[in-house]
């Protein structure tokens, strides 16, 4: 059974204490979906609406990416900063 795991400071974490509930949704999610489906931390666009039910997924994925917690991959989509770590 695949697993994700986060530290237990993790809402308090700078690059995290600071996003909106949208994108800190999506955030875990994210982690938590990729693991599920062994995606290994990466999100395409079709995929984002399957990882999180939000109104702007997109918009919270760029900020994501702002935060340092998405990598944007030109023509693919998203990769999770540090999924294997």
């Keep these: 059974m695949p697993w994700a795991q986060f530290d237990a400071r993790f809402p308090w974490n ?3 204490r600071f996003l909106s509930d949208g994108a ?8 938590c979906w990729s693991a599920e489906n062994l995606a290994g931390g990466v999100i395409t666009p079709g995929e984002l609406r399957q990882v999180v039910d939000t109104r702007a997924p997109r918009r ?3 900020e994501l990416v702002a ?7 030109p ?11």
């Design 14 to 16: 700078w690059r995290v």
């Design 60 to 62: 919270q994925a760029e």
């Design 24 to 31: 800190f949704r999506l955030y875990v999610s994210a982690v």
């Design 67 to 73: 935060a340092k917690l998405f990598e944007e991959l």
């Design 75 to 85: 023509g693919v989509g998203w990769r999770i900063h540090d999924y294997h770590d």
